[in-house]
């Protein structure tokens, strides 16, 4: 065989062989962010671009959650990803919380995110100064399967009030629980959410507003249901109408994953987020000025393997 002929033969087996290798695999997660009218949608939606624009093959479907729906979806697979708060992880973790009958396993720490503030927002010309004030009054709230609901309650049974003590309970999303409290449906809302909210925003800009204060016994009850809350203050030009600093609570957001995601993809998932921390900032500004320190904050829960790893290579653990 002639050499012009071996190399056309090669020529032809090269194509075969650049044609035959096989493309990027195919890795398909899914991730259950938060609550319509939430901040954890849009963060959400924000992460799934960064993720699949730096990770070849990889392809997310974002789905609508809420932070005690998440643990679940994640710990009996139904989800690879989710948005969590770091008090009802390490209740879940330690077989406590509502609907858990024991510890779960496949629940792994990603990343811190921000603080998720507690926030009871009512109607200024009612004279409600306290949560006890609340008591036959309409109150809303999310429904339940939100970290946002359990903590309402627990506040409330702390207040002495309860549930049942409020003349009307409305379990709704947080733009409804906006549109009903400017309707006069409800005189008052507890969310946990970003400082700032634009729902409360809202809320503040249809009628005068006043932030009901938790008081020290409030906050040190909670406190002694799970040590993740810690004291807040919130300050008085956060919402229209605002007269004082708000006394209330706070406790981490952060982003939960499966212990079963393999640990390089993990690895290059906490990587790209961190380096996507300006386009977060363009999402939610309680982003600015966070870099890896912030993500990955010291916690006491199961990290995944695969961020760890990339945090510890970034010196912040």
């Known amino acids: 065989m002639t050499s012009r002929h071996l190399g056309a033969l090669g020529a032809a087996v090269l194509a075969v062989a650049l044609f035959a290798a096989p493309v990027a695999a195919q890795t398909r997660l899914t991730y259950f962010t938060g609550p319509t009218g939430g901040s954890w949608i849009p963060i959400g939606g924000a992460l799934k671009v960064m993720w699949e624009k730096a990770i070849p093959g990889l392809s997310i479907e974002n789905r609508p959650g809420a932070g005690l729906v998440n643990l679940k979806a994640i710990e009996e697979g139904k989800a690879e990803i989710g948005m969590g ?3 009802t992880t390490v209740d879940a973790l330690q077989g406590k919380g509502t609907g858990i009958t024991q510890p779960y396993t496949n629940v792994c720490h990603m990343a811190s995110l921000y603080p998720q503030i507690a926030q009871f927002v009512a109607r200024a010309d009612l004279g409600i100064k306290s949560v006890a004030d609340l008591k036959d009054k309409s109150v809303g709230t999310l429904p339940r399967g939100n970290t946002t609901n359990e903590v309402g309650e627990w506040i409330m049974d702390a207040a002495g009030v309860g549930f049942k003590g409020a003349s009307k309970m409305s379990f709704a999303s947080i733009s409804d629980m906006a549109n009903m409290f400017k309707d006069g449906q409800i005189v008052a809302s ?5 400082e700032g909210s634009g729902s409360i925003k809202d809320m503040a800009n249809s009628r005068p507003i006043t932030m009901i204060d938790l008081g020290d016994d409030i906050i040190a009850a909670l406190q002694k249901k799970n040590a993740g809350f810690l004291p807040y203050t919130m300050s008085k030009t956060t919402y229209p109408g605002m007269q004082s ?13 499966s212990c079963k995601l393999p640990d390089d993809l993990a690895y290059n998932m906490a990587k790209a987020m961190t380096e996507g921390l300006p386009d977060l900032a363009n999402v939610n500004a309680v982003f600015k000025g966070q870099t890896a320190k912030d993500f990955g904050a010291k916690v006491d829960v199961k990290w995944h393997p695969g961020a760890l790893k990339y945090f510890k290579e970034k010196g912040v653990l």
Not at 190 to 194: D, G, M, S
Not at 245 to 257: E, G, R
């Open 85 to 87: 708060n770091l008090i």
């Open 190 to 194: 507890f969310i946990v959410t970003t």
């Open 245 to 257: 600093d708000n006394k209330t609570v706070q406790f981490p957001a952060h982003l939960i994953v």
